[in-house]
């Protein structure tokens, strides 16, 4: 190698670079392999899949590369570096080398044949930037049994909580479908039946509250269903009848295979977000109080035991930035249809029986609104009459009393939050 080393600490094989800023940045990188040069930068996104990295067959001592993680998911999707022959850290290339920290950089550089390459650093980002919250909601589809329609219109809610006249629907007219905030700003409707049979379509929300044509399903086709948001930004469909597995959505809203279900099998249930990248689903048919926490992963964990009135077709939804609320529904046979609400911690506790107010009814939807509140509407009453009304959640989890019903009057909707804007 030609050249002073302290003029060529950006060192490449045979090339001497300048002292300041010699580094090459290269395009980022989404494959699943890549073949990386000495003196370059690399910006490594492993979003979509992991992501092998293969080092050069031949360095001098110097040589520099920089991996850094682009999308902070390393953590999710690891990379794994091949030093091609070279060794790593005193290790032959038949060693495996992963690193899966969620915002981390690595700087290598080559000091010999015996070290081979060298961390210099392998430090992880700590700064974890936090989205702000979600500000706006929709309530979408649904079914007016006096009149046989299957809708898919849906109601946008501002951040203040005021829901709007109907939009024209988009996709495919269905009910007892799940709704969720995924990407952080985004929604997505999945499943639900359409006429008599069960689907597994999906339909994207933008940021703007549009909502996409049909997606082609993923996973089993089912209904009365629940899903929420997880892991900040992305989402998870789970349970409903026909088996009830789940299904985990990324963060660019694309749904993943069956996963097998864990717990009680069941529908009727509902689910809401809550902690710090925390999910729940809770009660469900039967009717049972039952619920189900979801990690930062996605992962489904045992039953817990169940806090309050056993009831299916109810709703939930997020509030006071942290925690969740469960309310609404019916007992046995739909003879006692509740008001009822639940409220859940930000560790995930449920709690006992808030009396009930405004109008009972079960097969309602909700989502949160506002950065930290929430909202109840739709649904349908004890003598079977769709309805349009609301209820709103402070950031306390006070409900409020019935708002006048806006848009087409129907159950089995489903709901959830979109937009960082006001």
């Given at each position: 190698m030609s050249g002073l080393v302290k003029d060529n600490i950006f060192g490449s094989s045979g090339v001497v670079l300048e002292a300041a800023g010699g580094l090459s940045w290269q395009p980022v990188v989404t494959a699943s392999t890549v073949t990386v040069s000495a003196a370059k930068g690399y910006f490594i996104n492993t979003t979509s899949n992991a992501c092998t990295i293969t080092l050069p067959s031949s360095a001098e001592t110097g040589d520099q590369i920089i991996l850094i993680d682009y999308a902070r998911n390393w953590g999710t999707n690891a990379i794994t570096i091949d030093s091609n022959g070279l060794n790593f850290q005193g290790e032959p290339d038949t060693y495996t080398v992963d690193y899966d920290t969620a915002g981390q950089s690595l700087n290598l550089v080559y000091s010999d044949a015996t070290t081979g390459w060298t961390p210099s650093s392998d430090i992880a980002n700590a700064l974890e930037p936090v989205a702000p919250p979600t500000q706006r909601g929709l309530f979408g589809y649904g079914h007016n049994a006096s009149g046989a329609h299957f809708y898919s219109i849906t109601n946008l809610v501002n951040s203040s909580g005021t829901v709007a006249s109907d939009t024209s629907g988009v996709g495919t007219g269905r009910w007892k479908l799940a709704a969720a905030s995924y990407g952080g700003d985004k929604a997505i409707f999945g499943f639900g039946q359409s006429s008599s049979a069960s689907t597994n379509v999906s339909n994207l929300v933008g940021n703007n509250g549009v909502v996409a044509s049909d997606t082609t399903g993923v996973g089993t086709a089912r209904d009365?269903?629940?899903?929420?948001?997880?892991?900040?930004?992305?989402?998870?469909?789970?349970?409903?009848?026909?088996?009830?597995?789940?299904?985990?959505?990324?963060?660019?809203?694309?749904?993943?295979?069956?996963?097998?279900?864990?717990?009680?099998?069941?529908?009727?249930?509902?689910?809401?977000?809550?902690?710090?990248?925390?999910?729940?689903?809770?009660?469900?048919?039967?009717?049972?109080?039952?619920?189900?926490?979801?990690?930062?992963?996605?992962?489904?964990?045992?039953?817990?035991?169940?806090?309050?009135?056993?009831?299916?077709?109810?709703?939930?939804?997020?509030?006071?930035?942290?925690?969740?609320?469960?309310?609404?529904?019916?007992?046995?046979?739909?003879?006692?249809?509740?008001?009822?609400?639940?409220?859940?911690?930000?560790?995930?506790?449920v709690a006992s029986d808030t009396s009930g107010v405004g109008t009972v009814r079960n097969a309602l939807a909700a989502c949160g609104y506002g950065g930290d509140k929430g909202i109840f509407g739709f649904g349908q009453n004890a003598s079977s009459t769709a309805l349009s009304m609301t209820n709103k959640v402070s950031n306390s989890g006070t409900v409020a009393a019935d708002t006048s019903g806006v848009g087409t009057a129907r159950w089995g909707p489903a709901a959830a939050g979109y937009s960082f804007s006001a």
């Open positions: 009365f269903l629940a899903a929420a948001g997880y892991g900040g930004d992305k989402a998870i469909f789970g349970f409903g009848y026909s088996g009830g597995p789940t299904n985990l959505v990324s963060n660019q809203g694309v749904v993943a295979t069956d996963v097998t279900r864990v717990g009680a099998n069941r529908g009727s249930l509902a689910a809401a977000s809550y902690g710090v990248g925390l999910a729940i689903f809770g009660f469900g048919s039967g009717p049972i109080s039952t619920t189900n926490l979801v990690n930062t992963s996605g992962v489904v964990g045992n039953d817990v035991s169940g806090v309050g009135t056993a009831r299916q077709e109810l709703a939930a939804c997020s509030y006071g930035g942290d925690k969740a609320v469960f309310g609404y529904g019916f007992e046995t046979g739909g003879a006692s249809i509740r008001s009822m609400t639940n409220k859940v911690s930000n560790t995930g506790v």
